[in-house]
C-alpha cells in the first residue's frame, strides 16, 4: 500500500472574506471551542495573532515539512470563488509558482461540480495560470453531482479525489477517481460543528483506518491535511500531520503523488 498526501488550500488572507462570513464563524468557533476547552488558551491566542497578522495560509511551512520528509505531496488551489473560498486569481498564480518551484505537484480546488460549461472554465482558467498540461482536481468542501466524474474526464482532466469513500482507485472516462481516505476535519469533529477529539483520539482512528486498508487491499491510501492547520493555533491538527507522516514511514509505508500513482495504474492496465 502506497500515501498519497494532499493540502486544500482554502484560504491565503483573512480580509479576502470581508464579503462573506467567515471570519464571524471562525472567531465564534475559537471562543466556543476554548470554553468547551476543546483548544487551548495558547491555541486561541495563536489564531487571533495569525489574524491580525492577515496570514491564514501555511503554504512555505507545510511545503518545508513535507520537502525535509520526502513526502511529495499535492496542493489543490482554486482559481474560482465559491461556498468560502475567497482569494483573486492572482494569489492562486503566485502561489501556484511558488509551489511547482518547490518541487511539488499543484491540481485545482474546484467550485464548480455540475455544469460542464463551469467545470471547463475552471479547468483552462489553471491551465492558463499553471503552465500545466495535465493536472487533477479535489471539489471544495467534497461536492459532487452525478454528472461531475463524466464532465472532469470531458474537460480534460488526469484524475480526481473527491468522493469520500473506502475504495481503490477507479476509472471513468479518462479520468482516475481516488477516493479520499482520511481527512484531517473528519478526525477532530464527531457528530459537532465543533472540534471535540483529541490527539490521541485521531491518533487511534487514522491507525485504526489504516489497518483497515491494509487488511482490505486498498493499493493507494489518500490523506488530506489542509495547510491551514499547519501552525500554533491548531496546535492539535498539525502535531497529528507531524505525527501521522511520522508513522507512516516508521512502519514502511512508501509515499507517491496522484501523478505517479496514475502512470502506474496506466501501467497496469496496459499489461
Given at each position: 500500500m502506497k500515501i498519497i498526501i494532499s493540502h486544500d488550500v482554502d484560504h491565503i488572507t483573512v480580509w479576502e472574506h470581508k464579503y462573506d462570513l467567515i471570519v464571524p464563524k471562525f472567531i465564534c468557533r475559537s471562543f466556543i471551542e476554548a470554553a468547551l476547552r476543546s483548544i487551548s488558551i495558547s491555541e486561541i491566542g495563536n489564531r487571533f495573532n495569525d489574524f491580525l497578522k492577515n496570514k491564514w495560509q501555511n503554504l512555505e511551512e507545510i511545503a518545508r515539512f513535507d520537502k525535509e520528509n520526502d513526502v511529495p505531496s499535492t496542493f489543490f488551489i482554486g482559481v474560482n470563488n465559491g461556498v468560502g473560498?475567497?482569494?483573486?486569481?492572482?494569489?492562486?498564480e503566485y502561489w501556484i509558482k511558488i509551489i511547482l518551484n518547490k518541487g511539488f505537484d499543484v491540481g485545482v480546488h474546484g467550485i464548480s461540480f455540475a455544469d460542464y460549461d463551469d467545470i471547463r472554465s475552471e479547468y483552462e482558467a489553471f491551465k492558463s495560470l499553471s503552465g500545466l498540461q495535465k493536472f487533477g482536481i479535489r471539489m471544495h468542501y467534497l461536492r459532487n453531482?452525478?454528472?461531475?466524474?463524466?464532465?472532469?474526464?470531458?474537460?480534460?482532466?488526469?484524475?480526481?479525489s473527491t468522493l469520500y469513500k473506502f475504495e481503490n482507485p477507479f476509472k471513468t472516462g479518462n479520468v482516475w477517481e481516488f477516493p479520499l481516505h482520511i481527512m484531517d476535519g473528519h478526525l477532530f469533529y464527531k457528530n459537532s460543528r465543533w472540534q471535540n477529539r483529541t490527539l490521541e483520539q485521531a491518533k487511534d482512528q487514522t491507525r485504526q483506518t489504516v489497518e483497515k486498508a491494509e487488511k482490505g487491499n486498498i493499493n493507494y491510501l489518500t490523506i488530506l491535511f489542509h495547510d491551514r492547520y499547519f501552525c500554533k493555533g491548531f496546535e492539535t491538527w498539525k502535531q497529528w500531520y507531524i505525527w501521522v507522516i511520522?508513522?507512516?514511514?516508521?512502519?514502511?509505508?512508501?509515499?507517491?503523488?496522484?501523478?505517479?500513482?496514475?502512470?502506474?495504474?496506466?501501467?497496469?492496465?496496459?499489461?
Open positions: 473560498l475567497s482569494y483573486p486569481p492572482r494569489s492562486a453531482a452525478a454528472n461531475t466524474v463524466a464532465a472532469l474526464s470531458q474537460a480534460g482532466y488526469m484524475f480526481d511520522g508513522y507512516l514511514r516508521d512502519n514502511g509505508f512508501k509515499f507517491i503523488n496522484y501523478k505517479n500513482a496514475v502512470l502506474e495504474l496506466d501501467k497496469q492496465t496496459e499489461v
